[in-house]
């Protein structure tokens, strides 16, 4: 090939990319804008399997006889109650359902079609080295899909991930639910305390991410409201389990109580008085340990997942054909992509990456002497006195 063959083919590559960059872009930014009118169109598809999956669980009547069990009164209409615990149930169930197929799914399926298409012209190129070339159009096809399989996975998962934080107060009140029915289920011995304060938990999680979420609800000041109120109510829930675990059933009454009184004012939408401010503990800000903990963690599951999704990417392409010399690029994006952008400023840029890696598999070695290293050492230096020859004796 000559120079302005080559400058013709990498343009074409990099416009393929470009035009797929641009494309996978607006096509998120239009999931992101629909996210209202997506989300029920997903809930009306997904309402006739998860009414029959709710009404199969009986939460809400397990729920009414945990109250009547313990002695606890609420105030939601019945029709009310059920149909938030439904949303609930279809938010906990149906978004990481179409979440993973679409951040994931999509993602892997584009890029197995990529390399299928780009290994015989790779093998091709390789094996004639690059001076004769059939069609390049599938190469270009299989340039656009990558580089849709890199960018889509992680712009979806942050989506998918906004839309789950978005709907945290409805999943968080399906969870209560559950939460007072698995209360009537100790005392029955079908269920253990350990579960409870699991779900209790979750509840409270579930809680904070609608408080930490990216959409602003009324500013950052009122988002800030939200969070720092969720993690007191969280904290006053992990206390009253840990009551229960301490105290056994004798504390179930007090946690059934404290869930319905949350219950109540989350069908009421007062979300910044889920409880009393006599029941919440003091708001206490994350220390600097505990950040650079969460870091850490963040930090090392993203160099997991990179690793991850390096090593498929190359079994992947070896299984189809796609020389080595062409397979290590691809790893190295897969390996360093996800660190360079998401991961904190301890992960270190692209170089500092490199050389820790280059570090761990060439590590230096102490030079092993020789077998004839000291027969040699014995051996006189040229500008040294050599020692007088023994004479024959007479």
């Known amino acids: 090939m000559t120079l302005l063959n080559w400058i013709q083919f990498t343009a074409a590559c990099v416009v393929a990319a470009l035009v797929s960059f641009l494309l996978t872009k607006f096509a998120n930014l239009v999931l992101v804008l629909s996210y209202p009118e997506m989300s029920k169109r997903i809930a009306t598809s997904f309402s006739a399997l998860t009414r029959k999956e709710y009404v199969r669980e009986h939460i809400i009547p397990d729920l009414r006889l945990s109250c009547r069990t313990f002695g606890v009164r609420f ?10 615990a439904l949303e609930g149930y279809k938010a906990s169930r149906g978004i990481p359902l179409f979440g993973g197929v679409s951040a994931f799914l999509l993602p892997i399926v584009a890029f197995v079609i990529s390399t299928s298409l780009a290994a015989p012209f790779v093998r091709e190129a390789y094996e004639s080295e690059f001076h004769k070339l059939s069609d390049r159009n599938p190469f270009y096809v299989a340039i656009a899909l990558y580089v849709f399989a890199v960018m889509w996975w992680p712009l979806e998962l942050r989506r998918v991930r906004g839309v789950m934080s978005e709907a945290g107060d409805q999943r968080a009140f399906y969870e209560c639910c559950r939460s007072v029915a698995m209360c009537l289920y100790v005392l029955e011995g079908s269920s253990q ?19 930490e979420s990216e959409i602003r609800k009324g500013g950052i ?47 009421e939408g007062r979300l910044l008085c889920l409880l009393d401010e006599s029941e919440l503990p003091v708001y206490s800000p994350p220390s600097v340990a505990e ?70 598999v060439s590590q230096p070695q102490d030079p092993q002497p020789s077998p004839g290293s000291a027969s040699m050492s014995t051996l006189p230096s040229p500008g040294a006195n050599a020692p007088s020859a023994r004479t024959p004796g007479p």
């Open 193 to 211: 305390l350990l579960w409870v304060d699991r779900s209790v938990h979750a509840s409270g999680r579930m809680l904070i991410r609608f408080g």
């Open 75 to 84: 105030s939601i209409p019945g029709k009310k109650l059920n149909d938030m």
């Open 291 to 360: 950040l650079e903990e969460e870091t850490r963690k963040n930090d090392g599951r993203i160099v997991l997942w990179g690793a991850t999704a390096a090593a498929v990417a190359a079994v992947a392409m070896i299984s189809l054909g796609v020389p080595a010399g062409a397979v290590v690029p691809a790893a190295l994006i897969f390996l360093m992509g996800p660190a360079t952008l998401w991961g904190s400023k301890k992960i270190g840029n692209p170089r500092e990456l490199l050389d820790a890696m280059r570090q761990g």
């Open 221 to 267: 000041t009122r988002q800030k409201e939200l969070f720092e109120h969720a993690v007191r109510v969280k904290a006053a829930l992990d206390e009253c389990a840990g009551k229960a675990l301490k105290e056994g059933n004798v504390a179930l009454p007090e946690l059934v109580a404290m869930l319905m009184k949350i219950l109540e004012r989350l069908s």
